[in-house]
C-alpha cells in the first residue's frame, strides 16, 4: 500500500473555515516497565504535540497516572505544542453513569436484573468518562481495548501488531480468552476508528484483508528512537552491575519481556553452540518476567551455562545505553516485528542480528536469522564478532535510521493533514 502524500497547502486554501476551537483528547495508558510500548506511547505523543494544528486545544488523559515524569519534561519542552492533563475519576458522578461503570456489589446486581430483562448496559468509566467529556476527537496513541465502547465520541486509535493470528500457539495468546479478547477488541476498534495508525504498510494490508476496513484509514508512521535515548549525552552514562562490568565487550544484549515468544531459548542455545567453539562470550538478558522465566532457568540449568546467561530483570532506562553500548551487539530473537530495540541499537551504534520478520523494517542493517534455528543464530554471532562486519552493519544502521526518520516525517505529516480533515467535518454537526 503506498502511503498518500500530504497536501495541507491545498488543504490550506480550501473555502471551508476551520472552527476556532477543536478540542483534541490523547489517551495515555500503560506504564514504563512495559518497555517499548511506554516509550512508543510517548514518542507519538511527542510527534502528536509538533504537527496539531494552532486552531487544536490539547488535553493529555494519564489512565493510570503513570507518564507523569514524560509529561513534566514534555511541558517544559518549547517544541511541542502546549496542553492540558487529565485524570481518569475513580467514579463517575451521576447515578446513570455509575450504573454502568461502578463494579461494586451495588451495581453490579443491578445490571444482572436489567440483563434478565434483556437490557445490558455495562461499559468501561474509560469511555463513558470520554464520552461525557467536551472533547471533539479521542486519539489512543496505544491500542487500548476500551476504544471501541465509545457511543458518542469518533476516535484515532493505534495497532502495534496482529500477532494473536500469527503465532497463536504462544500461551500468553492463547489461554484464558487472551485470543478472543484480542480478536474483539481489534475486529471492532479498526472498524469503528475515524483513522488507525500503523507502523508499516505490511501491517497497514494485514489489517486490511483481516477486518475488512478500508486502506484509506490506515496511517503508516514508522516506530521512533524513543526520546530518552536519542538525547542521553556520553557524560551521562551510568555505571554496570558489577556482574556486567567484568564481560564488557563479550556479551550479546536482548532487552525484551520474559515472554514465551521472545524466544530468549534461541539465544540460550546459541550461546551454548559459540562456547562449544571455543569462544568467551555471554547473553544479558533485561525484562521483567512475564510467565516464561521458571522455563528460562530450566534451560539454563540443562544447558549448564548459569554463569554466562545474566537475567537483570527490570532495570532503569538509565542504564541501558550503557547496556547497549557493552555490548558485541543486539539479538532480536522474538517472533514478532518490528520492534524499538533495533532503532535503539541502530542510534548508538550498536550492530543487529535479528529474526527474519524485522527484514521490512531493518533492510541491510543487521544479520538475519530463523527463530527456530539456534545453529543460525549462532552463526551469525560468530560472523558479528568480526569488527570488519561490526563497522559495516554500523554503516549500515545510520543509513537506515535517516530512511525510517523521513517515513516517519512523512506519515506524521498525514495524520496532521487527516486531523484538519477531521476538525472540518465534526464542524458541520
Not at 509538533?50 to 497516572?65: A, C, K, L, Q
Not at 554503516?395 to 505529516?413: F, P, Q, T, V
Request: aromatic fraction near 8%; proline fraction near 5%; include cysteine.
Amino acid at each position: 500500500m503506498q502511503q498518500p502524500k500530504p497536501h495541507a497547502a491545498e488543504l490550506a486554501e480550501c473555502p471551508v473555515k476551520f472552527p476556532e476551537k477543536f478540542f483534541l483528547t490523547v489517551v495515555l495508558s500503560g506504564s514504563e516497565q512495559t518497555g517499548g510500548a511506554f516509550f512508543q506511547s510517548v514518542s507519538s505523543l511527542r510527534a502528536l504535540l509538533r504537527i496539531v494544528p494552532e486552531s487544536f486545544e490539547v488535553t493529555i488523559m494519564d489512565v493510570r497516572g503513570t507518564f507523569g515524569e514524560e509529561l513534566d519534561r514534555l511541558k517544559l519542552d518549547a517544541e511541542v505544542k502546549p496542553f492540558k492533563i487529565q485524570a481518569l475519576p475513580k467514579s463517575l458522578s451521576t447515578f446513570r453513569d455509575r450504573l454502568l461503570t461502578d463494579s461494586t456489589l451495588f451495581y453490579e446486581l443491578l445490571r444482572v436484573t436489567l440483563r434478565l430483562f434483556g437490557r445490558e448496559v455495562r461499559v468501561s468509566r474509560l469511555a463513558r468518562f470520554l464520552d461525557n467529556s467536551s472533547a471533539d476527537l479521542i486519539y489512543f496513541v496505544s491500542p487500548v481495548p476500551e476504544a471501541h465502547e465509545l457511543q458518542i465520541k469518533p476516535y484515532f486509535w493505534t495497532l502495534w501488531d496482529l500477532f494473536h493470528l500469527d503465532h497463536p500457539e504462544f500461551p500468553e495468546l492463547r489461554t484464558s480468552g487472551k485470543f478472543e479478547h484480542r480478536e474483539l477488541f481489534n475486529a471492532r476498534s479498526i472498524r469503528k476508528a475515524s483513522a488507525v495508525v500503523v507502523d508499516s504498510q505490511q501491517l497497514a494490508l494485514k489489517a486490511h484483508s483481516t477486518f475488512g476496513a478500508p486502506v484509506e484509514k490506515f496511517i503508516v508512521v514508522p516506530y521512533a528512537v524513543p526520546h530518552s535515548r536519542a538525547t542521553r549525552l556520553k557524560s551521562d552514562l551510568t555505571k554496570l552491575p558489577a556482574e556486567i562490568d567484568a564481560i564488557t565487550g563479550k556479551y550479546f544484549f536482548y532487552p525484551a519481556q520474559l515472554w514465551t515468544h521472545k524466544n530468549h531459548t534461541r539465544i540460550i542455545e546459541a550461546v551454548v553452540e559459540v562456547v562449544s567453539q571455543g569462544h568467551d562470550i555471554h547473553a544479558v538478558f533485561v525484562g521483567r518476567d512475564h510467565g516464561a522465566g521458571k522455563a528460562l532457568d530450566r534451560e539454563i540449568q540443562k544447558q549448564g551455562i548459569g554463569d554466562r546467561i545474566h537475567l537483570l530483570g527490570y532495570v532503569q532506562d538509565d542504564a541501558m545505553q550503557t547496556l547497549y553500548e557493552a555490548s558485541l551487539g543486539l539479538v532480536m530473537a522474538s517472533y514478532v516485528g518490528p520492534n524499538i530495540p533495533p532503532l535503539e541499537a541502530m542510534s548508538l551504534k550498536v550492530p543487529i542480528i535479528a529474526t527474519n520478520i524485522h527484514k521490512n523494517q531493518l533492510s541491510n542493517a543487521a544479520l538475519y536469522f530463523d527463530p527456530d534455528n539456534s545453529e543460525e543464530l549462532a552463526d551469525q554471532m560468530l560472523k558479528l564478532m568480526n569488527p570488519k562486519v561490526r563497522r559495516s552493519l554500523v554503516y549500515a544502521g545510520e543509513k537506515r535510521l535517516k530512511e525510517i526518520a523521513d517515513s516517519r516525517d512523512s506519515g506524521n505529516a498525514l495524520l496532521g493533514e487527516r486531523l484538519m480533515k477531521i476538525s472540518r467535518r465534526l464542524s458541520l454537526r
